[in-house]
């Protein structure tokens, strides 16, 4: 079961690894982006960061969306990490079922409007989670779990997005 999708472009890293892992009690952490998936030292990396005792999966979207079709992760306690909004709406797409996401980090880029201070974003991930947004799904920007509830939303329409 998915618990938590998140989207932040470091993917795993020391604030997912220990902070939102033990607050979700995650026993599988999934980063699903075709990219990193097919790039064996990224993967390598990126599984080092891992806590000792929870599981990783670092796969394409669409094995991803497969997995999740069939079943595969339901008896997990799984964090879906993502790394930008487009990834989500492909997903749905795909038929996976994601009724809220959280923004944690969007790094800054030469193209990007910055809309909170670690999330940046470009006019087509603005799109995409207006996309989510008429969707149905619930989308907040806290970067740690203590940090209290927001609206993406808000803060898109704040930056003129």
């Not at 990224?42 to 670092?58: H, N, Q, W, Y």
């Not at 492909?90 to 409007?113: A, H, P, Q, W, Y």
Request: with cysteine; net charge neutral; glycine share 4%.
């Amino acid at each position: 079961m998915v618990l938590n999708v998140r989207i932040d472009d470091r993917m795993i890293h020391g604030q997912v690894a220990a902070i939102w892992c033990n607050k979700l009690k995650t026993t599988r952490i999934m980063v699903a982006n075709d990219e990193v998936a097919s790039d064996e030292i990224r993967k390598m990396t990126l599984k080092m960061a891992v806590p000792a005792g929870i599981k990783s999966s670092i796969i394409s979207k669409e094995k991803a969306a497969t997995n999740m079709a069939a079943g595969k992760y339901d008896a997990e306690r799984m964090l879906l990490i993502l790394t930008k909004p487009q990834d989500a709406v492909e997903l749905i797409e795909k038929g996976m079922k994601i009724e809220s996401i959280n923004v944690g980090n969007l790094g800054f880029r030469d193209d990007t409007i910055q809309i909170k201070r670690s999330i940046n974003v470009t006019k087509e991930e603005a799109e995409a989670f207006r996309k989510l947004d008429s969707m149905g799904v619930k989308l907040t920007a806290i970067m740690v779990p203590d940090e209290s509830e927001n609206n993406l939303m808000d803060y898109l329409s704040q930056a003129g997005l």
